[in-house]
């Protein structure tokens, strides 16, 4: 199983990027998918996650109103719309699947890491002010 994340590069504060992340090995579209960063220095953190269905997505505080995740089961592909992007956004971003093939019900599940079975290699955002 290989999650393959794109999209990262150098924008300028105010600019806009958008990470795909390809799944292969297996399919995702009855499972949920998330996207963590990790900036220089510091722990990992949860983004944004989207149930199998895309019907819930949940977000971190500090990329509400900002960022946009989506999918495509057809193409077993999750995305990261990033609009806004700030200084404090620049991490590498990973791409996440669960293995669970259920909802939870304790939606704080889908913001903790430990919920993910399968990572992908990581994608570079780096935002210049």
């Known amino acids: 199983v290989q999650l393959q994340a794109s999209g990262g590069g150098l924008v300028q504060a105010g600019g806009s990027l958008r990470l795909s992340c390809a799944a292969a090995?297996?399919?995702?579209?009855?499972?949920?998918m998330g996207w963590f960063r990790q900036a220089p220095g510091k722990e990992r953190e949860f983004v944004a996650a989207i149930t199998w269905s895309g019907g819930r997505t949940y977000y971190a505080d500090s990329v509400k109103g900002r960022f946009t995740i989506s999918r495509d089961n057809a193409k077993n592909t999750v995305f990261l719309q990033m609009n806004s992007l700030e200084p404090e956004d620049t991490a590498v971003y990973y791409c996440a699947a669960s293995g669970r093939g259920r909802p939870y019900s304790d939606t704080a599940h889908y913001t903790k890491g430990a919920s993910y079975d399968y990572w992908g290699q990581g994608t570079l955002v780096t935002v210049s002010s």
């Open positions: 090995g297996r399919t995702f579209s009855k499972n949920a």
